[in-house]
């Protein structure tokens, strides 16, 4: 089974609306983190916001959020007033602490493109 | 440097060469991943360092594929008898911290590698 899933290959926005990239996740590790990442045609991978699992928060920088929920396994990024500059692939992603591993699994992405 | 720099940026190799590729993390950075990003796989966890030590070997696709670190800094991938299912942009993150703290990774441009 997958443990990172972003079911939308692709979306399009109009420019300033507010966007959502879903991603759920699997795990039976109590302690993990979640990460997005963007990623522009210029291939580099951009950090764009953190959630703990134990954070009684969502997690938020600048024009970023993230909707945690937690006992849906969902960690969705929201977007705030799109920008063209937010055209990109972003990735979500998973680190789990219990199995000693800790590398990140990445989501197949969603493809992100604003409209003017 | 101020971020994760790669070389080379590109390379083109043919069938069945070693090919040696090369990661300067962020100074200071005890933690460095390597990654293979690719149209069927998407983005995959290869190795974890932990200063020099690599406890997490887990995404080595083979024992073709093989990784150091010296110093606790550089690091080289090195593929050997490259294969056509190798082309991949390969990529090395690092961050401050490794299993302790919730670190970002912080990922270099990455290096295309096109086996022929």
């Known amino acids: 089974a997958q443990k990172i899933t972003q079911t939308q290959p692709g979306m399009f926005v109009q420019e300033k609306e507010a966007v959502t990239l879903d991603c759920t996740y699997d795990t039976s590790d109590p302690s993990y983190g979640l990460f997005w990442y963007k990623q522009p045609s210029s291939g580099e991978m951009i950090f764009l916001i953190y959630?703990?699992?134990?954070?009684?928060q969502n997690a938020t920088e600048g024009r970023y959020s993230l909707n945690f929920q937690k006992a849906r396994k969902s960690a969705n990024l929201v977007i705030s007033a799109s920008q063209l500059g937010d055209s990109a692939m972003y990735f979500c992603a998973m680190r789990e602490r219990g199995g000693g591993a800790d590398g990140l699994t990445f989501g197949k992405g969603t493809h992100l493109i604003i409209q003017p | 440097g101020a971020g994760v720099s790669q070389s080379p940026s590109n390379k083109v190799t043919e069938k069945g060469k070693d090919v040696e590729l090369r990661c300067d993390p962020i100074?200071?950075?005890?933690?460095l991943y390597w990654y293979r990003q690719s149209l069927g796989q998407g983005l995959e966890f290869l190795i974890y360092?932990?200063?020099?030590?690599?406890?997490?070997k887990s995404g080595l696709p083979s024992d073709r594929f093989s990784a150091e670190r010296t110093g606790g800094s550089v690091s080289t991938l090195t593929i050997q008898r490259t294969q056509q299912e190798d082309s991949a942009v390969y990529l090395c993150?690092?961050?401050?911290?490794?299993?302790?703290?919730?670190?970002?990774?912080?990922f270099g441009p990455g290096t295309r590698l096109t086996v022929t």
């Open positions: 360092f932990q200063g020099n030590s690599a406890p997490d």
């Open positions: 100074s200071g950075h005890t933690a």
């Open positions: 959630q703990g699992s134990y954070d009684q």
């Open positions: 993150a690092s961050s401050p911290l490794g299993l302790a703290g919730a670190y970002e990774q912080y």
